[in-house]
């Protein structure tokens, strides 16, 4: 099957140099490569959509099927399986109104299709699988069942997103020249300090192993002694199939029978008034803009009455996937022990073995997880940290640690306001200020990483010069952050060879 980005470069939609951006954006932000050219200025949704169907060779939904949900047959639908499998009941199909589309991320194999349609009480061979931008799922996976965006998947306050760093990328520049190195004194004898088996470093043992290791459907990957278990739980199911759109998905998933195949014209779902079966018809011109909440930065309050009631109802929606993720059986108590060991091996024993570890990660959430690992077990100082990624207006928070176990905040620090981070993403220099002199969006910062005082340090990650990612911490007063460096120094490097990677 080919890759989206070669289809698309096929039919002259993108030039080969804008799927190369789309895909050095994808290694920062993350999401899926369809997300970051829509976020790029490249494509609309509705345009996407339809090279999804050609790609996989299923009908395209579209915003008009979107706005056309029924809602009831939705409500059929369980939140925690349109959350699983990324999926969304729209409408029922068929001349005699027996069958119902879905719109999902990815194509659904035989099992999911199973428990779908277990759920809607009709068989298998009555789902029709479609498919649809990822930021689109995400949107109405919120609007209808409250499953809450991360912010990643919010809009920037900007029109659009500048477009992404132009600059070339030594290869020398992240060549596995480092040698081990001693402890920095900061660490003391952390050279073996355990992951913690609660707060953020434990969550994601916790989420993977509260369900059935089975049912991660394929989404285990083991690589030596080290179990990655990714990214966040949400739509783990969908994301399993393709790390991104651009990667093939299996033959036995695309011609499982679940959905009939159609050929590579344009396509679209439509329903008469007496009901259709999905069918190739003329492309209609769509803008595919979505009505879409902005990204809300740390010194933002809700405005409206609606705004506040989103935000109770996404705090409530958080708090309902942070006990499911918390809460583990004495079987996943045993696996997150075992997990636990694993890591040990997989950071390293001394900080340069962490760092090498670092440099030789083979995707961009390993480097995150390793870097916030490496952090907590070798900066005894730090009492928080947190990964900032810089986009549009924004620096947005990716992973992150507090040693007292408090979970930490999803935020998103503004990039027009005097701060820290903005000035840090501009002079590429680390900087450094006690708590009692910080400014207001600064103390937000240290009070979002769960913290009344301290040291405030922001570390940045750069890839050619351009600063592309930070490390906010907070540490005792006049602690050594040598090893933060180091490892901010293995991030660059890391983020700097999956990059060219994805470019060739």
Not at 51 to 76: E, S, Y
Not at 146 to 153: A, E, N, S, V, Y
């Amino acid at each position: 099957m080919a890759r989206l980005g070669e289809l698309l470069v096929a039919a002259g939609t993108l030039s080969a140099e804008q799927v190369e951006q789309a895909l050095r954006a994808q290694v920062m932000w993350g999401g899926r490569l369809g997300t970051n050219i829509i976020e790029l200025g490249y494509l609309d949704l509705d345009k996407l959509a339809q090279a999804l169907g050609r790609q996989h060779k299923l009908p395209a939904a579209l915003g008009r099927h979107f706005d056309r949900g029924d809602a009831a047959l939705q409500r059929q639908l369980s939140a925690d399986v349109a959350e699983r499998f990324g999926c969304v009941p729209l409408l029922y199909g068929g001349r005699d109104r027996t069958q119902i589309i879905i719109a999902a991320l990815a194509p659904l194999d035989a099992r999911a299709t199973a428990i779908i349609a277990d759920e809607l009480a009709v068989t298998p061979a009555q789902i029709v699988v479609s498919i649809a931008a990822e930021l689109r799922i995400k949107y109405h996976l919120e609007r209808v069942y409250k499953i809450p965006r991360g912010t990643r998947f919010l809009r920037s306050r900007g029109k659009t997103i500048p477009p992404f760093p132009q600059f070339d990328i030594d290869p020398l520049a992240f060549e596995d020249s480092q040698v081990d190195m001693p402890l920095p004194t900061d660490s003391g004898v952390l050279v073996a300090l355990p992951r913690p088996t609660t707060g953020p470093l434990a969550e994601p043992v916790a989420a993977a192993t509260a369900a059935p290791l089975e049912d991660l459907d394929g989404d285990l990957e083991i690589t030596g002694a080290h179990v990655n278990l990714g990214a966040r739980l949400p739509a783990r199911a969908a994301d399993a199939i393709a790390a991104d759109p651009a990667d093939a998905v299996p033959a036995e998933v695309a011609d499982s029978g679940t959905a009939p195949l159609v050929d590579d014209d344009m396509l679209e779902i439509f329903v008469e008034e007496d009901g259709a079966v999905p069918q190739p018809v003329a492309v209609a011109e769509s803008t595919g803009r979505e009505r879409r909440r902005y990204v809300r930065t740390i010194d933002d309050e809700p405005s409206t009455d609606s705004e506040r009631e989103t935000e109770r109802e996404r705090q409530a929606a958080l708090g309902r996937i942070s006990i499911r993720r918390v809460t583990a059986s004495v079987t996943a108590a045993a696996e997150a022990a075992l997990a636990m060991v694993e890591a040990e091996v997989a950071v390293g024993q001394t900080l340069g073995e962490a760092t090498r570890a670092i440099r030789r990660s083979l995707d961009r959430d390993r480097v995150a997880d390793l870097v916030i690992e490496t952090l907590f077990r070798f900066s005894m100082s730090c009492e928080a940290a947190i990964m900032l990624v810089v986009r549009g207006d924004a620096a947005m928070s990716w992973k992150g640690f507090c040693r007292s176990g408090a979970p930490l905040a999803e935020i998103a620090i503004p990039m027009d306001q005097p701060g820290m981070v903005p000035r840090v993403v501009t002079n590429n220099v680390t900087a450094r200020i006690p708590s009692t002199d910080l400014g207001p969006i600064d103390q937000l910062l240290l009070v979002s990483l769960g913290q009344q005082a301290g040291d405030l340090v922001v570390v940045p990650i750069s890839i050619a010069g351009q600063v592309m990612c930070v490390i906010a911490m907070v540490t005792v007063p006049d602690a050594s952050t040598s090893s933060a460096e180091s490892i901010a120094a293995a991030a660059g490097a890391a983020f700097a060879r999956l990059m060219r990677n994805a470019s060739r």
